[in-house]
């Protein structure tokens, strides 16, 4: 049943990770360290945005997130994986498996484009 209109979104925590968040318009924010004077002022702007944007949270509506570039996030990524994907302190082949697709993540859309067609004109050779 949707909220009434005088609903407004709650300041409350995320125990597992001790974050202060709140959900406007189906979306979870997070705004900080719970309690934290900066989290309670995230909250108060957002609300204060919403509120003058008629309780919508619009497009236009900035919201602070950190934004990664691909190769920043295959980087970090990759960094989780090597300590991740390991037995007995030597690396699985799921590793290779990551590196492969961080590889085409890397790679330029046309060399992709090709990798696919090969691919599936390899497997539809293979399957006759």
């Known amino acids: 049943m949707p909220y009434s209109t005088q609903h407004v979104p709650t300041y409350r925590q995320r125990k597992s990770r001790g974050l202060a968040v709140v959900t406007i318009n189906g979306k979870d924010l997070y705004l900080g360290q719970f ?12 609300i204060q945005e ?5 309780r919508v949270m619009t497009s236009e ?22 300590v991740f994907y390991q037995k007995y302190g030597k690396p699985t082949s799921h ?3 990551v590196e492969d697709a961080m590889a ?16 599936s004109s390899s497997r539809q050779s293979v399957s006759k």
């Open 104 to 119: 085409y993540l890397k790679a330029p859309t046309a060399w992709r484009r090709s990798r696919i067609s090969a691919r």
């Open 35 to 46: 309690n934290s004077r900066e989290s309670r002022t995230k909250y108060d702007r957002l």
């Open 50 to 54: 919403w509120l003058a944007s008629g």
């Open 61 to 82: 509506t900035p919201i602070e997130e950190e934004l990664f570039s691909i190769a920043e996030l295959i980087v970090a990524y990759m960094k989780h994986a090597t």
């Open 95 to 97: 590793l290779h498996n």
